[in-house]
């Protein structure tokens, strides 16, 4: 997801590196080079700079002698689990930040360049940055914006949208139109009436009517033929079990069409549901021609449909 967001040359990107792990499989880092190769609009923050081990330090990294960004490197020392715990404040770790880089000896490295270290500098150059980079990216945007704004309205016109009444055409009539569009298109498409019948492959109408007038139909031919009579006088038979029975007892024969029922119950079924999934596909593909420029419109009625 983060990927869909740093790819676009409008974003800056913060990639954040810890200073006492190795630079070159940070991931922050890796994914930066992969969509800002040249490094221009990627700004590096450096952490854990105190957790580095004696005798080591960042300068190189700083001065981009490592990996160079255009916009730089900016180390932090943050808030320790410890602090967290303790409940120390964003205040407090601000100014124990900046006495670190004035005082502690692992921060000695960094002495001439410590203006431009800290949480305080890190939010400064990212006003400064993100102000700069609207101001470049605006005029891109504005005329993006403009082209977007033409293509629907050009769509609006070709569903019979017009600027021409002024804009008093309401969202409600724009609604009905659509509506009335979708529906012609699902009904013309089920009874066949279409004039962009398909001619490569079975269109849904044709497709329930083989299901009705084929599978369904022969299930219920063949239900007429059963069960036979010697099924029926076995059952006759068989219900009063030892106690003797004079006239013919009624719960045979609810039994015999019990099973007949039980028998093609899955076979209806799945007649039923293949006839349920063609009218979505139709009802899908009639939603998408009319109302998929409107992801509002279309989710609405996706819910409603499923509702039903």
């Known amino acids: 997801m983060i990927e869909d967001y740093i790819r ?19 991931d922050g880092l890796n994914l930066a080079r992969r969509y800002d190769p040249e490094g221009k609009r990627t700004i590096g923050v450096l952490t854990k700079l105190d957790l580095m081990d004696d005798g080591t330090n960042a300068l190189d990294i700083f001065e981009g002698k490592t990996l160079k960004l255009s916009l730089g490197y900016i180390g932090v020392v943050n808030r320790s689990q410890q602090d967290i715990n303790s409940n120390k404040t964003i205040d407090e770790a601000i100014r124990d930040e900046a006495e670190w880089f ?17 949480s305080q500098y890190l939010q400064k150059v990212l006003n400064e940055q993100l102000g700069k980079h609207i101001k470049e990216k605006l005029p891109g945007i504005r005329r993006s914006l403009q082209k977007k704004v033409q293509e629907l309205k050009r769509t609006l016109q070709d569903l019979g949208h017009s600027d021409e009444d002024g804009g008093r055409q309401t969202q409600s009539s724009l609604v009905y139109t659509l509506l009335n569009k979708f529906n012609s298109r699902l009904q013309s498409q089920v009874e066949g009436r279409s004039l962009d019948v398909p001619l490569n492959h079975v269109g849904p109408g044709a497709t329930i009517n083989r299901t009705i007038y084929g599978e369904v139909n022969e299930f219920i031919n063949q239900a007429l033929r059963e069960p036979n009579g010697d099924e029926i006088m076995m059952a006759l038979v068989n219900l009063p079990g030892y106690r003797n029975s004079i006239f013919p007892n009624q719960d045979a024969i609810d039994i015999a069409i019990r099973q007949l029922v039980e028998k093609y119950r899955e076979p209806l079924y799945s007649s ?3 006839i349920k999934t063609i009218f979505i596909h139709a009802i899908e593909d009639a939603a998408r021609l009319y109302i998929g420029t409107y992801p509002t419109l279309l989710n609405r009625y996706r819910q409603s449909f499923w509702h039903i």
Do not use: C, H, V
């Open 102 to 118: 004035k005082s502690d000896s692992k921060a000695a490295p960094y002495r001439q360049i410590r203006f431009r270290m800290g």
């Open 272 to 274: 039923l549901e293949a």
């Open 8 to 26: 676009q040359e409008n974003t800056l990107i913060l990639a954040i590196t810890a200073a006492n792990g190795d630079l070159t499989n940070s």
